[in-house]
Every structure is written in structure tokens, then in C-alpha cells.
């Protein structure tokens, strides 16, 4: 039967929808008049027969008559008045033939995959259901020719499912593409290049088991189609016109990816195995292990230029998926790339971490959704049937490693890794499928790992069954270049011949390996190439008063005939009035002044979090909302002259959005990107993020970032969620100049270290306590002239003379004391910047107090805040200073409204006592 005859059994071949429609009236009148087969075939499909009776009926204008030859004319029109015309043809149309046979191919097309041939292995016995058999189907004699075509495209070596989605266009163009592509003959030239990429695959891990023995490479062999299938994405995506393909990965195969995939030379991997560091003797970081790492390069593919990326990651399984998506949705957006089809990403996964790490759902959900979409993401799980050491059974409760991604509609391949052409056809069905329908879709490759997790463990220990197999289970190598020798593509001794050349190659590379003296680092080029390592002076951040009045008033229009909600526009206009008297500038209205600046200063803008659009406070307004249409309006637009605002409401993640957004300052060190925590207290469920990529990126892999977190933090009686940003976790992480850290209590300043992000020569990631009381605070305004006249100040000082006592603090905790000090021989000093630590700013100002006690007050815990911080460092260069605040507390603050109120009086009065 050919894919064209497959086509006309389908129940929805026009040619069968005169006959369908009239049997399903006749169901929806009496289910027990037709068939059985009809009743359970019309009850499973009732949206898609309504769907297509539809459509085919003919618009409501111009409504369809079908006549059944041999019945009378019937009009499926809804609205008919002709009774007499909806008799249901004869009894005998519930025994038509090719109905039935059509019914047949709709359940080798939705339940194939239980039957097929999947594990290489052989351990999964596999059972035909019984919707596959003819006689199920009221079919007592069919052609052995269609039967064994079924068989082959739905029950042989590749799964497919997809019969979950709900587009009909996509489900009809999957359906073809299977029962045309799994079919077809590949070229001799595609099969030599399949079995090239396996014998440089396998012949590369045994190079590394022999040379270097016992040492970690986490092998892809069992799973070597894997690359095979990366190969084959490459190849069709780089002819469809993609630039840049980013992939994520774990450990297993990375070695190989990296060499034969990515492009990173042999020698300089070999290199890494006797010991050598991968970058210059000049760079002082610290590395990673060479599973870890990542590379970059161009390949030529059809003519076009294709930039390859693999991402550095760490073994937090699946973290790194946020990522990925967050650098490839700023490449497209460099790229005005709307349709989302010039960069890609590719994910691989093992199948254990799939369907086990929370993170993969994060970023399933999230790759539809506006903010950020990437126009869908190819995952390849590389199933070797086991966890570390756990069974499927103890690994996930869902058939297949899979099944989670059918909740966003991906179709499914699953494929039996030992097939390499069948592993080859469904990455290409794929790359294809995410090219025309930007839609995320899965590759489920069937495989095994031919040693322990890594090359150190023995898995007989858990796994003897299994691992036995394997131990006589013949290689893909040996596989694949069998068949290629039996059927005369290949001869046995052109094959040998490109195993001594490519082994060949590998010992020429291990001797050229021993000379090797890495002269460059991988990193500050392209984009990156005007940022200047270690150059963390101030840059001037102050606008004239002229600019910022006339920025201001800009974010106040209102477009004609836009409905804002009149409390918004007050707010607006109130920050118009402060900016223009040149005093009483708030929180929000210094925000607003240094985005606008930036905006017209031509710097990009992407901010996003839970309530970013309004603010988790109501004090950004940037996003406006006609009160009489769903319309929206930005309070920048104005501004926007070059580089845009976006201002995205998050997915309830903190773990998948914060990932993506560190992803994006990747690729986008030009722009100002910010994740806002709703409360700085829900960041630690993005503890993984911050902790393997932002804190440490830069000395592990060289790969700087300019991301902002903004974490909400102040302890205001609102119990243990909802008062603190854990600052301690933060500054504990602090070292090698990693990040800046900084609790600011002054709008002005907040103005001035967003615009030092940006205007700095050098790019560390930003850790803001910002505000919550104190965006409305009386006492939390500043002047025009800090805007127009200083810069950033890591230090504000106070101008007490004689002081007998100075309280150092950072924060909110300043406020409560300035309100609370009723005497002049006391000086309050503020550490706007906690890290780096301004030693020669505090310096300078405890001079001024060299007789005068020193104390530091906070607000947080002993073990909290930042105490255990500071204290060593100022008593550097003062006196050891004395505590005040709350005891150490196992947890962050009271739930009580009437004990915080107290433990805060105590504390006030004990620092100003």
C-alpha cells in the first residue's frame, strides 16, 4: 500500500466524510444503531469528525449538499429544514470495507508505537495491542502487502506519537512525513557520512578508555546515534537558513559533542586528560573539569555560515535548559528575528533527568509564552534506560521518559538508538517540523550506556542483568558498518581503511597534545569585545537637569484616547511635578529616569519577574491598561527611539525565568537585563542559578554577565516569607570580584548604579536588596542635584561632628534609626555597596570618628544580613565593631506583628542607647 493509498483510508479522506457523516448522525440518534467499531471510533473522535464535518459542509454562506450514490441527498447542513433529506443511508455502509480499513490505519497511527521494536537491548518485552488487529476491525481478509507497510512505518524501529495534538495541520503533516520518510532509502552518501560520524564517535571514546584509564569521560557509547542525530539537526536547520544554533547538555557524550560536533580539536581535549589547563597562564581563574565546558565555532552548511555553540553547564542536571533558551531568545532579538527562525536551540537530555527534574518542566511551559518564546526547541533524550543507578520503574510513574512534553503538544519520536537511519530520518522529521511550526518536539533515542555512570563505577553491582547483555551486545560500529558491507555500500576494506585513518589521526593528535600551551581565552570577543576585564571604575552616571526633566514629562503622555486609570496618571504627573521642582523624587520615579535615560541613550531594557509590568508594589506603572479595552501602553515608548523596552509578567518560576534571564545577558551584554523577585525571599527557588552559573561563571568558564537580580528585602512585620532576601547567601558567594552587592537607601543612587551597569567598562552581575517600604517612605527622596551631580556612592556619610558613637548599617534599618535619633552626637553611615567591599570609601569616612564607638545595627539575624560579612573587614581598618540586632534565628523573622514591633524598638534603642 503506498503512502497515497495510506492517505485515502484515513476516516477523513474526502472521499469518506459523505459516508462518516451519515453514520454519524445515525450515532448521535441511537449509538447502538451502527457498528460497535463506529460507536468507539465516533465517542474517541467526536471534536475532530465535528471538526472536519465542518469544514467540510462549506461556509455558512454557502453550505454543502453531498449526494451518496445509491442514498438519498443529504444536506449536513445544521440549519436544514429538509427532514426528510437526513435518512441515514443502508445498514450495510456500518460493513464497508474501507471504512474499516481506514479505522485500522487510525489505530496503527495512534497506538504503532506500543508494538515497535524500541530497545536495542531487548529487556522490554512487547505485546501487539489488540486495536492493531484486523479482526478487531470487523476485517477478516486484507492485503498482506498494506499489513506489512503499517508494520514497518509504526512498528518497526521508530515510535511516533502525536495523535495528542490538537492541530489538525500539524497532525496531518507529521503523518506524512513519517509514512514518507521512514520509508525512504537514505543515499549512499548519507550512509557513508552516518557511519563516518560512528566510527569517529566510539573510536574516540576507546582512544580516551585505553590512553587514559579509569578517567571520568562519561561516555556516549551505546548511545553513539545520539551525535548522529545532533549532526542531522545541524545539517537541516543550517539549510533552512539558521545562524546560530546553541545546544545544552549534560555529561554523557559531551567529550565527543565538543570534538566532533562543536569543532574543538582533538589535542587540546587530549591535553586536558594529561593535566594541561584549557586556557593562557595569564588568565588567574579557576576552571572546571573538561565535562563541564563548553566551545564555539562556524561550520559551512549549504552556504551559509552556522555559528555552533555548546554551553558551558555544570552537573545540575537540566539547569542549564533556561539557559540555552534565554541566549538563544537574545540572539533573535539582536537579529529582529520575529519569526523566531534564525536561532536555534537543541536540548539533550538523559531520560531519567527528563522526567525528573523540575526544570524541565519550567522551560516546557515557558517556551510558549510570549516572553519567552524561542520558536520552539528540539530535545534529544538520550534513553539509556537507567539513572544513575535507579531503574525506569523508580524513575519516573509515566510510560515513556517523555510523556511530559505531550502536555505543551510535542510530537514524540521515540527510535531505537542501534537504527542509526532511522535515528537520522526522525531528527530531520524534526528539525524540519520545528522550522515550519516553531514548536517544540522530542526525540526519545532508545539506547543503553555501555559502562557505569562514569567510567569508575560497576554497574553489575545493580544492574547484572542488563549489564551482562550488554557486555556481548555488539557495538554500533560493528552494526552499522555490517549492514553497509552485506548490502555493498561500503567494502570491507574502504571501511578499514577509515578506521586507520581516523585512528591515525587520534595518535597524531595525542603527540601533538604534548606540546600544547593554550595562547588565547575563549572569551570578550564579538559582542563582548568592548568589555574590560577587571575595570570596575566608576563611570560617570549623571544626566543635565534639562535631560531628565524633559525624559520625565516623555514618560507622563498619554496617547489620545487611551483610558488610564486616573491614580496612575496622578502618579505620573506627580513625578513630572517632583523632577521639575528638583525635589521629593521617589523610588519609582527614579527608576522610571534611569530606564528612560538608558532607552534614549540607545541601550536595550528587558526586565521581568512575577509583577514587573506594575511592580510586586505598585510603584513602576510602565505598563498601562486601557480601562475600556484590552489595549496596553508603555510609559516609555516615547523613548524608545532605537533600543525597546520590554517589560515581561513571568511564569510563576523562579528557577526556570532567572535561568533564562542570566542566559540572555549572555548574549546581550549591551543591554540591561533584570529579574525582579516578587519577595527577595522566593530567590532560593532559584538557589541552583544563581549558586553554579551567576556566582561563578566567570572564573569556572570565562563567560561574564551583566544581570540584575532586584530582591525585595526589609523586615516590615510581615513574617519569615516576606522580610528577607537571605543578603548573607549572597555575600557568602562574594569573592574574586564575582558581583556586586549593594542595599541602597537613596532613589538617586538607584538611579545611578542602573546606568553603572550599563556604562561600566566591565560587566559583573548586580544583587539588589531593593525596597519595599521605602518606595513611599517620607524620608526616601532625593534632589534633582544627586542626579545631575554625583555618581554612585558606596558610602553615604552623615556630617555629625564630635560623634561619640558611629552606627554603620545598610538598608531599610537607616530610616528607622534617622527617625528614632533624637541627638547630634551620633553619626549614621550607610554602605550602599556591601561588595566589593568599599574598604577605602569606609576608610576615608571613619576618620572623621577616630575617638567614636563603632557599631554595626541591622535588622536581620546575627547568622543573617550581613554581619558575618563586615565584621572582619571593618575591623581591618577601624575597631572591631560591636553588634546590634536580632539574636541569631533559625528562621528570618517573626510571624507575629506584636513581637517584631518589639524586637525592632530593642534593637533601635540598643544602637542609639
Not at 23 to 51: G, M, R
Not at 241 to 266: C, D, E, F, S
Not at 824 to 844: N, W
Amino acid at each position: 500500500m503506498s503512502s497515497e493509498e495510506l492517505s485515502k483510508t484515513s476516516p477523513f479522506f474526502s472521499a469518506n466524510v459523505i459516508f462518516i457523516n451519515e453514520l454519524y448522525q445515525k450515532f448521535l440518534q441511537d449509538p447502538q444503531s451502527v457498528d460497535v467499531s463506529w460507536t468507539e471510533f465516533f465517542a474517541a473522535n467526536s471534536d475532530e469528525v465535528k471538526s472536519v464535518l465542518a469544514d467540510y459542509s462549506g461556509p455558512s454562506w454557502s453550505k454543502r449538499s453531498l449526494k451518496i450514490i445509491g442514498s438519498q441527498e443529504f444536506d449536513i447542513s445544521s440549519n436544514s429544514k429538509n427532514e426528510a433529506a437526513k435518512k441515514p443511508i443502508a445498514e450495510k455502509i456500518g460493513k464497508n470495507v474501507e471504512l474499516r480499513l481506514a479505522n485500522l490505519v487510525s489505530a496503527y497511527r495512534r497506538f504503532g508505537h506500543l508494538a515497535a521494536n524500541l530497545d536495542p537491548l531487548g529487556l522490554t518485552s512487547v505485546q501487539k495491542p489488540a486495536e492493531l488487529d484486523p479482526e478487531n476491525h470487523g476485517i477478516d481478509e486484507i492485503d498482506a502487502g498494506a499489513i506489512s507497510r503499517l508494520n514497518a512505518i509504526y512498528c518497526n524501529k521508530v515510535g511516533c506519537e502525536f495523535d495528542y495534538i490538537l492541530s489538525n495541520e500539524q497532525k496531518n503533516w507529521l503523518v506524512r512525513e513519517a509514512e514518507n520518510t521512514l520509508l525512504s532509502d537514505l543515499s549512499k552518501d548519507e550512509k557513508l557520512k552516518i557511519l563516518k560520524e560512528i566510527i569517529r564517535t566510539e573510536r574516540f571514546e576507546q582512544f580516551l578508555h585505553k590512553r587514559f584509564p579509569g578517567a571520568k569521560r562519561f561516555s556516549v557509547e551505546g548511545g553513539d546515534s545520539s551525535i548522529n542525530a545532533l549532526e542531522k539537526i545541524i545539517d537541516v536547520a543550517g539549510k533552512s537558513g539558521v545562524k546560530k544554533i546553541i545546544v545544552g547538555m549534560a555529561h554523557r557524550g559531551r567529550l565527543n559533542t565538543l570534538t566532533g560536533v562543536m569543532g574543538k580539536p582533538y589535542h587540546q581535549m587530549i591535553a586536558e586528560f594529561k593535566g594541561i589547563p584549557g586556557i593562557p597562564e595569564n588568565i588567574t581563574k579557576s576552571g572546571d573539569v573538561k565535562y563541564h565546558m563548553g566551545y564555539s565555532s562556524v561550520r559551512e552548511i549549504g552556504g551559509n555560515q552556522v555559528s555552533l555553540s555548546l554551553a558551558f553547564n555544570p552537573s545540575h542536571l537540566e539547569a542549564v535548559n533556561p539557559v540555552v533558551c534565554g541566549r538563544v531568545r537574545a540572539i533573535q532579538d539582536l537579529l529582529n528575528d520575529s519569526s523566531r527562525k534564525q536561532a536555534l536551540a537543541v536540548l539533550i537530555h538523559g531520560d531519567a533527568a527528563f522526567a525528573g527534574q523540575g526544570s524541565v518542566a519550567e522551560n516546557l511551559v515557558m517556551n510558549g509564552v510570549c516572553g519567552y518564546n524561542t520558536g520552539g526547541v528540539i530535545h534529544i533524550i538520550v534513553n539509556n534506560q537507567i539513572g544513575f543507578t535507579a531503574n525506569p520503574s523508580d524513575s519516573r510513574s509515566t510510560l515513556y521518559a517523555s510523556d511530559l512534553a505531550k502536555a505543551i503538544d510535542a510530537p514524540i519520536f521515540h527510535v531505537n538508538g542501534d537504527d542509526a537511519e532511522s535515528v537520522v530520518k526522525v531528527a530531520a522529521i524534526a528539525a524540519r517540523y520545528r522550522q515550519l511550526f516553531k514548536k517544540d518536539v522530542v526525540l526519545d533515542i532508545i539506547c543503553y550506556r555501555r559502562y557505569g555512570h562514569n567510567e569508575g563505577d560497576e554497574p553489575l553491582y545493580t544492574q547484572p542483568v542488563m549489564y551482562n547483555k550488554i557486555k556481548n551486545h555488539p557495538t554500533l560500529e560493528k552494526i552499522y558498518s555490517q549492514k553497509l558491507i552485506a548490502k555493498s555500500v561500503i567494502s570491507q576494506n574502504e571501511y578499514e581503511k577509515l578506521t586507520t585513518d581516523f585512528d591515525a589521526l587520534l595518535a597524531a593528535e595525542f603527540i601533538k597534545a604534548e606540546s600544547y600551551k593554550p595562547q588565547e581565552a575563549d572569551w570578550l570577543k564579538g559582542d563582548w569585545s568592548r568589555i574590560k576585564d577587571g575595570d570596575d571604575s566608576l563611570p560617570n552616571t549623571a544626566l543635565d537637569q534639562k535631560i531628565l526633566q524633559k525624559l520625565i514629562t516623555k514618560t507622563a503622555e498619554i496617547p489620545a484616547g487611551f483610558n488610564a486609570n486616573p491614580k496612575i496618571v496622578k502618579q505620573l504627573e506627580a513625578r513630572v511635578e517632583a523632577v521639575n521642582s528638583g525635589k521629593n523624587i521617589d523610588w519609582g520615579c527614579s527608576e522610571s529616569l534611569a530606564f528612560a535615560s538608558l532607552l534614549d541613550e540607545g541601550f536595550p531594557i528587558r526586565i521581568t519577574g512575577q509583577d514587573s509590568g506594575r511592580g510586586t508594589f505598585s510603584h513602576r506603572h510602565s505598563i498601562l491598561h486601557d480601562a475600556k479595552s484590552a489595549a496596553h501602553h508603555s510609559i516609555f515608548s516615547a523613548v524608545e527611539k532605537v533600543a525597546k523596552y520590554e517589560v515581561y509578567d513571568s511564569v510563576l518560576s523562579e528557577y526556570g525565568v532567572l535561568g533564562f534571564e542570566y542566559g540572555y545577558s549572555l548574549s546581550s551584554p549591551n543591554s540591561l537585563t533584570i529579574w525582579e523577585a516578587q519577595f527577595g525571599d522566593f530567590a532560593n527557588g532559584a538557589q541552583i542559578i544563581f549558586d553554579q552559573f551567576i556566582a561563578s561563571s566567570e572564573v569556572k568558564w570565562l563567560r561574564k554577565s551583566g544581570l540584575v537580580m532586584l530582591l525585595p528585602h526589609g523586615f516590615e512585620g510581615q513574617g519569615p516569607e516576606h522580610s528577607s532576601a537571605r543578603p548573607e547567601r549572597y555575600l557568602q558567594s562574594c569573592a574574586d570580584n564575582n558581583l556586586r552587592v549593594v542595599n541602597i537607601t537613596n532613589p538617586a543612587n538607584f538611579f545611578h548604579v542602573l546606568r553603572r551597569q550599563i556604562h561600566s567598562k566591565d560587566r559583573k552581575p548586580l544583587i539588589v536588596m531593593s525596597p519595599k517600604s521605602l518606595l513611599r517612605h517620607k524620608l526616601a527622596v532625593s534632589t534633582l542635584n544627586e542626579f545631575s551631580d554625583l555618581n554612585f556612592r558606596k558610602i553615604i556619610g552623615d556630617e555629625i561632628k564630635n560623634a561619640r558613637k558611629v552606627i554603620l548599617c545598610s538598608g531599610k534599618i537607616y530610616y528607622d534609626l534617622l527617625e528614632a535619633r533624637k541627638i547630634s552626637d551620633i553619626a549614621l553611615i550607610r554602605l550602599e555597596q556591601l561588595y566589593p567591599f568599599p574598604k577605602e570609601e569606609l576608610k576615608v569616612e571613619l576618620k572623621k570618628y577616630q575617638n567614636a564607638e563603632i557599631i554595626w545595627c541591622q535588622e536581620e539575624p546575627r547568622n543573617m544580613g550581613a554581619w558575618k560579612f563586615v565584621e572582619e573587614l571593618i575591623e581591618e581598618i577601624a575597631a572591631r565593631p560591636k553588634y546590634v540586632g536580632r539574636p541569631s534565628s533559625a528562621s528570618p523573622a517573626t510571624g507575629y506583628g506584636s513581637y517584631h514591633a518589639r524586637e525592632q524598638k530593642k534593637l533601635i534603642d540598643e544602637a542609639l542607647g
